[in-house]
């Protein structure tokens, strides 16, 4: 006789664990391809790109990539005005993990900001020093 709870439990134990591996993969996919190369930051912050931390303000004050402002991503859309009328000039958007400034470029580009990079987390915006 098979215990038919037990099964549905071995199955829902599966999908979860199936659910959770296929999540992070698309996690990790997406947040390195949006991720611009060090050599295209860093040549983006010589030529005086406005350099965006996206973090949270208490984020922010621990550390922060030198010269960089801080406009939270759930502030972005309602703070546009602060990166500029020039939709063609250089952005850097960076956060702890490169995640939220991966949002964060989606929106810009959707508001018509043509050259958004994404500069990944702190640690490796600071790299670049």
């Not at 502030?75 to 500029?84: D, P, W």
């Not at 960076?94 to 929106?107: I, V």
Request: net charge positive.
């Amino acid at each position: 006789m098979k215990n038919k709870n037990g099964d549905k439990i071995k199955m829902t134990f599966t999908f979860i664990v199936i659910a959770v591996v296929a999540l992070l993969t698309l996690v990790f996919w997406s947040q390195n391809k949006n991720t611009a190369s060090a050599t295209e930051v860093k040549t983006m912050i010589d030529a005086k790109a406005l350099v965006v931390d996206v973090r949270t303000p208490m984020e922010f004050q621990m550390g922060h990539f030198p010269g960089a402002v801080n406009i939270p991503v759930d502030a972005v859309m309602a703070r546009i005005q602060e990166f500029g009328k020039d939709k063609a000039k250089p952005i850097v958007v960076y956060c702890a993990s490169g995640a939220r400034s991966g949002g964060a470029q989606r929106m810009l580009s959707q508001a018509g900001y043509t050259n958004v990079v994404n500069g990944g987390g702190l640690r490796q915006m600071m790299s670049l020093r």
